[in-house]
């Protein structure tokens, strides 16, 4: 908001002072509406550097100071081979103009070319900044655990948030389906809960790239431009961002490696929920939702019960605990044990 303040000023500033001096000789007016355009296209330049990385303002620097020098040169022989007149000021100035607009092209494109090694660790330290930068997606932001691990302090850094997936969000949240309804105004709730908090830096980029229709794709090319992490819990843009050599923050991942670690013959507290599929047994849920299957608890379901870990089941979608009751009088005499598969 300070820097729009200063850029009306800026310009306020520029359109008077031509206002009053009227220069090359027009009206007023005129002068004023010049001011405010050079002032205006002055803005436009200083934000277009402003999303330069630094090798590409080193490059666009270096690459005008030659232009500047070789024109210098070339306009000293201009002005001993040319006779002193109007034709011989408008050629040097095209040369100037010429050559700096070159050497300011070139000096940007080749910017990514030059040696980090060669110009100390001026380098390292954007590196290291860029690096602290997470891009979130739509997904990760709706799915809203991506709060609570921020305002833990495990993930550092600035958050980045791109318009166009608050565009995604706004849709979602206009949808006429109302489950989809729900969770774009939840993950609209969750930025504004991450906003709020003092300690995290939440950043809206206006950065868009028309060329590309799939979002996923955009939030990858904004992270390769800003050599961000993208955080997600989506499995096939996880899965992409690795073809494209794009480093992921998977949330998923994440809650995997926090469950807790159960060994057999540890006891634990499980209130019994329902039925089993086997004779006689119990279920019960863990907090982080693994799934509790408890040898002869068909008779405590509604009871939370102290039991003997006897296995555990790791598969793709998840890990599967079993167990044995350890009160002898809810345990019945009969019934059948823990199916052999699962036994080991």
Same mark, same amino acid.
């Given at each position: 908001?300070d820097?729009v303040v ?5 310009v306020t500033?520029?359109?008077s002072?031509?206002?009053f ?12 509406g010049i001011g405010?355009f050079?002032s205006c296209a002055v ?10 990385n630094?090798?590409?303002? %080193?490059?666009? $620097? &270096?690459?005008?100071v030659?232009?500047?020098?070789g024109a210098s040169?070339?306009?000293m !022989? =201009? /002005? ?8 011989s000021a408008a050629?040097?100035?095209f ?13 940007t494109?080749?910017?990514e ?5 060669a110009l100390?660790?001026i380098?390292?330290g ?10 979130l997606?739509?997904?990760?932001i709706?799915?809203?655990? %991506?709060a609570? $691990? &921020?305002e833990?302090?495990?993930?550092d850094?600035t958050y980045v948030?791109p318009e166009f !997936? =608050? /565009?995604?969000?706004?849709v ?16 609209l709730d969750m930025?504004?809960r991450?906003q709020?908090?003092t300690h995290?830096q ?8 028309p ?21 997600t ?5 996880n ?5 494209h ?8 991942? =994440?809650?995997?490696?926090l ?5 057999p013959g540890?006891k634990?507290s499980i209130?019994i929920l329902?039925?089993?599929k086997e004779?006689n047994q119990g279920?019960?849920?863990l907090d ?9 608890a ?11 870990v006897?296995s555990?089941?790791?598969?793709a979608s998840?890990k599967m605990i079993?167990?044995?009751?350890d ?7 009969s019934g059948r ?5 699962f036994?080991?």
């Amino acid at each position: 908001m300070d820097i729009v303040v200063l850029r009306i000023l800026f310009v306020t500033l520029i359109a008077s002072v031509c206002y009053f001096l009227r220069p090359f000789g027009v009206s007023s007016p005129l002068a004023a509406g010049i001011g405010a355009f050079a002032s205006c296209a002055v803005i436009v330049f200083e934000y277009r550097v402003r999303a330069l990385n630094l090798r590409r303002l %080193i490059g666009a $620097v &270096a690459g005008s100071v030659l232009g500047i020098i070789g024109a210098s040169l070339f306009c000293m !022989v =201009l /002005r001993a081979a040319l006779p002193t007149g109007s034709s011989s000021a408008a050629i040097q100035v095209f040369v100037l103009t010429l050559m700096t607009y070159c050497g300011l092209l070139v000096g940007t494109s080749k910017g990514e070319l030059l040696n980090p090694a060669a110009l100390g660790t001026i380098f390292q330290g954007e590196k290291s900044s860029r690096k602290s930068f997470k891009v979130l997606d739509t997904s990760v932001i709706i799915d809203g655990r %991506i709060a609570d $691990v &921020a305002e833990t302090g495990f993930l550092d850094g600035t958050y980045v948030v791109p318009e166009f !997936v =608050l /565009r995604e969000l706004q849709v979602v949240a206009d949808s006429t389906d109302s489950s989809k309804r729900q969770r774009g105004r939840r993950g609209l709730d969750m930025l504004q809960r991450m906003q709020s908090n003092t300690h995290l830096q939440i950043q809206i980029v206006p950065d868009d790239f028309p060329s590309i229709k799939e979002v996923d794709l955009k939030l990858l090319e904004l992270a390769k431009k800003w050599e961000a992490k993208v955080v997600t819990n989506d499995f096939n843009l996880n899965k992409v961002a690795h073809l494209h050599r794009v480093e992921v923050l998977n949330v998923n991942d =994440l809650a995997n490696a926090l469950k807790p670690v159960v060994l057999p013959g540890e006891k634990m507290s499980i209130l019994i929920l329902k039925e089993g599929k086997e004779y006689n047994q119990g279920v019960g849920y863990l907090d982080d939702g693994t799934m509790v299957v408890v040898d002869h608890a068909r008779k405590v379901i509604g009871r939370s019960v102290e039991i003997t870990v006897t296995s555990v089941l790791q598969t793709a979608s998840g890990k599967m605990i079993f167990g044995r009751l350890d009160d002898p009088n809810a345990r019945p005499e009969s019934g059948r044990s823990i199916p052999a598969e699962f036994a080991h």
